[in-house]
T-cell receptor, first 114, second 113 residues
Framework: KAGVTQTPRYLIKTRGQQVTLSCSPI?????VSWYQQTPGQGLQFLFE???????NKGNFPGRFSGRQFSNSRSEMNVSTLELGDSALYLC?????????????FGQGTRLTVV | AQSVTQLDSQVPVFEEAPVELRCNYS??????LFWYVQYPNQGLQLLLK??????LVKGINGFEAEFNKSQTSFHLRKPSVHISDTAEYFC???????????FGTGTSLTVIP
């Protein structure tokens, strides 16, 4: 079956703009989590959605937001982009909440802010 | 609080030699430990996980890890590496309140022919 699909794969934006990234989880999966990966900070948890509700949130400013639709697809939005937002954004899906269920990661969206 | 420390940022090793990638964790709650691998321009792939039970965990591609509670460690090992094992390896501890991982900073494994 198809894996986790993230679109677009690459994105270049200008400082001050906003951006929306999309994640389509594996069919049947209801939990979607987002991570930011940078060389300096490594992998950091952004937020988790389950059944259209945000269940967990990491330590990021309010410029970072997300949502999940009834078909489990998720989007994350970053407003007023800063240079430091340049990163690989990874999405992970699993069929249920709880760390005991395996999370599958997408290939990521590489965002460059200039 | 939960956190992970990967003690080596880069590990070069010759092909067919054994390798150990070190990971220490800190957790005040139940411990769920994971090793993920990331190939260039790819997402993360699960190598193995420890949730409970036997402390020696076997994963894919010939990797294994041992959970040591007294030393708060979860080191990853492979007896004989291949060129294709060249990648970034991440140790993570999982939160029992949801699908949230706390990742280490990663170890770059380079296999030298």
């Amino acid at each position: 079956k198809a894996g986790v699909t993230q679109t677009p794969r690459y994105l270049i934006k200008t400082r001050g703009q906003q951006v929306t990234l999309s994640c389509s989880p594996i069919s049947g999966h209801r939990s979607v989590s987002w991570y930011q990966q940078t060389p300096g900070q490594g992998l950091q948890f952004l937020f988790e959605y389950f059944s259209e509700t945000q269940r967990n949130k990491g330590n990021f400013p309010g410029r970072f937001s997300g949502r999940q639709f009834s078909n489990s697809r998720s989007e994350m939005n970053v407003s007023t982009l800063e240079l430091g937002d340049s990163a690989l954004y990874l999405c992970a899906s699993s069929w249920a909440q709880g760390i005991r269920t395996e999370a599958f990661f997408g290939q990521g969206t590489r965002l460059t802010v200039v | 609080a939960q956190s992970v420390t990967q003690l080596d940022s880069q590990v070069p090793v010759f092909e067919e030699a054994p390798v150990e990638l070190r990971c220490n964790y800190s957790s005040s709650v139940s411990v769920y430990l994971f090793w993920y691998v990331q190939y260039p321009n790819q997402g993360l792939q699960l190598l193995l996980k420890y949730l409970s039970g036997s402390t020696l965990v076997k994963g894919i591609n010939g990797f294994e890890a041992e959970f040591n509670k007294s030393q708060t460690s979860f080191h990853l090992r492979k007896p004989s590496v291949h060129i294709s094992d060249t990648a970034e390896y991440f140790c993570a501890v999982g939160s029992n309140t949801g699908n949230q991982f706390y990742f280490g900073t990663g170890t770059s494994l380079t296999v030298i022919p």
